[in-house]
């Protein structure tokens, strides 16, 4: 059974849903991505220079990244409180496991010692 849509959410992929987005501020995100990977690149080859401090440099960039996607792309930022919670709480837990796998394997030592 093929139920028309109505048509204000023709206009876009947020359209309708109790938010406005733009193509301009997806492509602001975008630029902003763009920028953070060049700076990330960046960052990869200057570790002679910087040392130790590039990798929570690049560990914080990509976190940062990831924030982005997923507030503006999924959208998550415009969901109710317990879903921007729920995600928060899996990305903290992803960090903490993925610090106890380093630390096991005796990664964090060598970057941090």
């Not at 301009?24 to 910087?50: H, M, N, P, Q, R």
């Not at 690049?58 to 959208?75: E, N, P, S, T, W």
């Not at 796998?101 to 970057?111: K, N, P, Q, R, Y």
């Amino acid at each position: 059974m093929d139920t028309p849509l109505p048509e204000e959410t023709s206009h876009g992929p947020a359209a309708g849903l109790g938010y406005s987005t733009s193509p301009g501020l997806y492509w602001k995100i975008f630029v902003v991505l763009v920028v953070t990977t060049a700076i990330e690149v960046a960052l990869s080859y200057s570790f002679d220079v910087l040392g130790q401090f590039v990798v929570p440099m690049l560990l914080v960039a990509g976190a940062f990244k990831f924030v982005m996607v997923v507030g503006f792309y999924m959208h998550l930022r415009y969901e109710s409180g317990f879903l921007s919670r729920f995600f928060a709480g899996g990305f903290v837990m992803a960090i903490v496991l993925y610090g106890i796998v380093l630390a096991s394997f005796g990664v964090l030592g060598v970057l941090f010692g």
